[in-house]
């Protein structure tokens, strides 16, 4: 039996994480951020779907056997009550299925919110420090397309202690 290959998360930042969608964090000294990211939307019937949604504890890692997206939407996960979280992506293999072996995992302050682009290849939200509550944004018509799941071939993610519960503000650089 073969040994699943292990992704290494690390701190995130928003030019790590661009190539699969943008970074949603605070306000900083300003009142609001209005079009802090991208919402779009490719099907005129699909509703937007404001939902809660409970992330299970990662303790000690996880094994990865399924990546999802959303082919007509972006995805928008707010933190309510999160300490840090794991966001786990992988780009397009050119041919609509995922590319696993180039998985990337990022480790996510709960202060920090994520926005999946459309199409976007991504596991399951995870916390990190204890489960975690977050809200979620995503355009939704109840058919088959609204979520596409895919089998990959098992990969395990795992991150450094010292990212849990101390990640800090991702850098904007």
Same mark, same amino acid.
């Given at each position: ?5 292990? *992704?290494?998360? $690390? ?22 951020? =209005? ?52 966001? *786990?992506?992988?780009?397009? =293999? ?5 590319? /696993? ?6 480790? *996510? ?34 058919? $088959?397309? =609204?979520?596409?799941?895919?089998? *990959? ?17 991702? /850098?904007?650089?």
């Amino acid at each position: 039996m073969t040994t699943p290959r292990t *992704v290494t998360a $690390r701190r995130i930042t928003a030019p790590a994480f661009a190539p699969f969608g943008r970074l949603l964090d605070t306000p900083g000294t300003m009142v609001r951020r =209005d079009f802090a990211a991208s919402v779009a939307n490719l099907r005129p019937a699909a509703r937007a779907n404001l939902a809660l949604v409970r992330a299970p504890w990662a303790a000690l890692g996880i094994e990865v056997r399924e990546l999802e997206r959303h082919p007509f939407s972006t995805q928008a996960f707010f933190p309510l009550d999160v300490a840090d979280y794991l966001v *786990v992506v992988a780009p397009d =293999d050119g041919s609509g299925a995922p590319a /696993s072996e180039r998985a990337c995992a990022f480790v *996510v302050p709960g202060t920090c919110g994520i926005s999946y682009d459309i199409g976007v290849w991504h596991c399951g939200m995870q916390a990190i420090a204890g489960a975690g509550l977050f809200a979620l944004l995503v355009f939704e018509d109840g058919s $088959r397309d =609204d979520t596409h799941v895919r089998p *990959v071939a098992p990969f395990r993610v795992t991150w450094s202690e010292s990212h849990a519960g101390t990640a800090e503000a991702p /850098s904007a650089d």
